[in-house]
């Protein structure tokens, strides 16, 4: 720590930023659906489901669109995409909810599914562009829709972290590291209370997975160099770490040889942060300033408190 100290935040004093504010039902990520509290979209369970929408279009949204605009709205949707009322509101002089869909689904900079989800195929934007075109017509459709609940929960390296609480840098991938480090059951995963000494609750703790819904527990398998840097509210770099390939960790324990052991209880730096994440050449940034560096806590395999779910390798 040199000169250019300022702005700084005794942590201390934040710690209260850490709890989410309630816990969905525990999992101990082995089964599948642990009903996370995030809606179904459009109200379908799986049966068929009726819609003033052609099918081509009810199809779409319950594919790609209705697991955050559904008639629960989940990660941080303004608004749901259910029937055709919904579609055709208008939400500024001569733009609807269609056309700002399809305008958004065309967007490179900004695409609607939000990164990191695919961007929609052209197929995809045609069947929106064509009903649009045709005076966006009421449709009936009775055909099953997919059921646009939650997505389902993947482990693309089919491998998992099966050794609990035994202490190694690739321990329990993709659980909120921090929060259990300091004794408490964030999301039911730590029922036992188990605590690590003071030394281990690193200021920045988290998992880099290869996709959004991976599961609990799955070793991440990222290949070549992925990067998570860290940027205080004074804009400069407090810390840079590397994530570890195996499990996908990474904590703030420095640079390789470590440098800056950044421990909860006594950093001094300027907050809230932002975050960047690269690899293979491209980079993905956190927008939203936060004051938790404990990752995991809302980058869950669903996604908590309006994260998209895990924090990925672009
Ligand atoms: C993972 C959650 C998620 C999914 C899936 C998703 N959205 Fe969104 N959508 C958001 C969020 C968050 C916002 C508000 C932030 C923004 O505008 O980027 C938003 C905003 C929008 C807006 C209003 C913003 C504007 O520019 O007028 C439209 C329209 C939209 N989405 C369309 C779609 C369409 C169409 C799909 C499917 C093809 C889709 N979204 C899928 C999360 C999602
Ligand atoms: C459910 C509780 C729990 C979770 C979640 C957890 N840990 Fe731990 N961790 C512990 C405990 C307990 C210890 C101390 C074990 C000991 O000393 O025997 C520990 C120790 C460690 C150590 C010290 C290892 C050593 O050799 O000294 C590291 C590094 C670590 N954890 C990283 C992580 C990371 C990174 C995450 C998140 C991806 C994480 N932990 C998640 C409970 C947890
Ligand atoms: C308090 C909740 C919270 C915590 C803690 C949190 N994030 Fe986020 N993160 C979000 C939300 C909400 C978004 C979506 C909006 C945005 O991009 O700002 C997000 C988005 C991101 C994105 C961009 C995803 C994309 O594809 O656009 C990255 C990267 C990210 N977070 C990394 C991190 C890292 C690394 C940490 C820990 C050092 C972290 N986040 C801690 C809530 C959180």
């Known amino acids: ?84 009322a919904d579609l055709v509101r208008e939400v500024a002089p001569g733009s609807t909810v269609a056309s700002r869909s399809l305008a958004r689904m065309q967007l490179a900079s900004a695409p609607m599914p939000p990164s990191p989800f695919p961007p929609p195929v052209a197929a995809d934007v045609a069947v929106l562009e064509q009903w649009l075109a045709n005076g966006a017509p009421v449709g009936e459709c ?13 482990c693309q390296s089919q491998s998992t972290w099966t050794q609990g609480n035994l202490a190694s840098d690739d321990m329990n991938p993709g659980w909120a590291c921090q929060a259990c480090h300091r004794g408490q059951n964030v999301h039911g995963q730590n029922p036992a209370l188990d605590a690590a000494d003071a030394e281990r609750a690193y200021l920045f703790m988290g998992t880099v997975f290869r996709g959004v819904n991976e599961r609990d527990l799955c070793n991440a398998g990222l290949s070549g160099t992925v990067e998570i ?35 909860l209880l006594g950093a001094t730096v300027s907050l809230p942060y932002t975050a960047t994440v690269r690899a293979n050449g491209r980079v993905v940034q956190m927008r939203t300033p936060q004051m938790n560096g404990d990752c995991n806590a809302c980058h869950t395999e669903r996604g908590f408190d309006s994260a998209p779910g895990r924090v990925v390798a672009p």
């Open 1 to 84: 720590m040199r000169a250019g100290a300022v702005a700084i935040v005794l942590l201390v004093g934040c710690q209260g930023v850490i709890e989410p504010g309630h816990q969905p039902p525990g999992s101990a990520g082995g089964g599948d659906a642990t009903g996370s509290g995030v809606g179904g979209g459009g109200g379908a369970s799986g049966g068929p489901v009726a819609s003033d929408l052609p099918c081509d279009v009810a199809l779409l949204l319950a594919r790609q669109c209705t697991s955050c605009h559904g008639t629960t709205l989940s990660g941080g949707a303004p608004f749901a995409m259910v029937s055709r």
């Open 142 to 154: 009775t055909q099953a829709l997919p059921d646009a609940g939650p997505a389902p929960l993947t």
């Open 229 to 263: 840097e860290i940027t205080g509210a004074n804009g400069q770099r407090i810390t840079r770490m590397v994530a570890r390939n195996g499990s996908g960790n990474f904590f703030s324990d420095g640079e390789a040889p470590r440098s800056d052991r950044l421990l």
